[in-house]
């Protein structure tokens, strides 16, 4: 069963930092591209960042660039996203996603994505 665990979220102070990570079991994640996208209460889910299945390629939001960053170690079948400089209206549930996908390729649609993890609260708070 092809399964997605987001953790490391939690409560942190404006330009503090978190990293989320996003574990995958019951497929090998290499051959998939990765999402993390967020949504706030009463607000649509919006894309957040997206990595290449070799990670060459990625894909930020205008308002996480220079901010956060993706990565991913695909012998430990994890992606991670390193958020900095965090501030209140990053606060959200953050998911992470995958589907299979062409070499290279990154999307930051919602859309595009078949699986899904159950989301870890992200609140950016003092």
């Known amino acids: 069963q092809l399964q997605l665990v987001e953790s490391g979220g939690g409560l942190v102070q404006p330009g503090g930092s978190l990293r989320l990570s996003c574990v995958a079991s019951g497929f090998t994640l290499e051959y998939y591209t990765i999402g993390w996208f967020r949504q706030a209460p009463g607000k649509e889910r919006e894309g957040v960042s997206g990595?290449?299945?070799?990670?060459?390629?990625?894909k930020y939001a205008d308002s996480v660039k220079g901010r956060f960053t993706i990565s991913r170690d695909n012998a430990k079948n994890t992606v991670y996203l390193q958020m900095n400089s965090l501030k209140p209206e990053d606060t959200a549930v953050y998911y992470c996603?995958?589907?299979?996908?062409?070499?290279?390729?990154?999307?930051?649609?919602?859309?595009?994505?078949?699986?899904w993890g159950q989301g870890t609260q992200v609140t950016v708070s003092s």
């Open positions: 996603a995958a589907d299979s996908a062409p070499l290279g390729y990154v999307l930051l649609s919602p859309s595009g994505y078949r699986y």
């Open positions: 990595i290449s299945r070799s990670g060459g390629s990625t």
